[in-house]
């Protein structure tokens, strides 16, 4: 399917596929939904612990970026695990601007090696930042109590329900240690009633820019 870079409203890229009319973040900003579901009501939740985070849909590699750069700042140990079943082409992630954006050019060459490490293989960034990549579809995760914390970041239920069914969040809700969480910037009642099935107890949060809502899930 043909994809394109597009500017979204806080000036950051994102890629938008043309035949669904879809795109990988929120038109009305990729940063600003980045830190508002990922980090406020994701890893903010966590203080001062070594965490493990799985991103379900690594895409564009932003929200990776993003917690790279807080672990940085906190000096924060995470290791993060990144599952993408059609990667982003290198001259793709050359082009966005995510770097630049949110000043910190000095770590672009990080946000690169993370689109051109090898697949399967620990590295560490910095101090505190262990990244790894699996591509491989959602339906094929196998872990166990592994995560603190889970960034559910697929695409949207209108192009693709089946990544929202209560199959995928068993999947989730058995990989997350118990205490863990799943934040997700999706809201639809449909997608909370398959998470509750599954076990997780749902709360329903402020959503980023250009949404009303958003979702946490946790594992008791």
Known sequence: MKREIIVTKDGSTTIRISEWDECYHSKHG????????FIKNGLDYFIDKPLSIMEIGFGTGL????????????????????IEAYPVIIEEAIA???????????????????????????IPFGNFFNFSKREMFFSEISYKEKFDLIYFDAFGFRVQP???????FKI???????GGILVTYAARG???????EVGFTV???NGPPGKREMMRAFKR
């Open 30 to 37: 990729a940063i600003q939904e980045a830190y508002h579901v």
């Open 96 to 122: 966005m601007n995510y770097a630049v954006t949110l000043d910190a050019k000095r770590f672009n060459s990080i946000y690169i090696q993370m689109h051109d490490c090898l697949w399967d293989k620990q």
């Open 162 to 168: 089946e990544l929202w069914s209560t199959e995928i």
């Open 63 to 82: 929200n990776a970026f993003i917690t790279f750069l807080e672990s940085q700042k906190r000096k924060h140990t995470i290791d993060y695990i990144g």
């Open 172 to 178: 989730m809700f058995d990989a997350l240690k118990s």
């Open 190 to 196: 449909l997608i909370k009633r398959n998470m509750i």
């Open 203 to 205: 709360e329903k949060l």
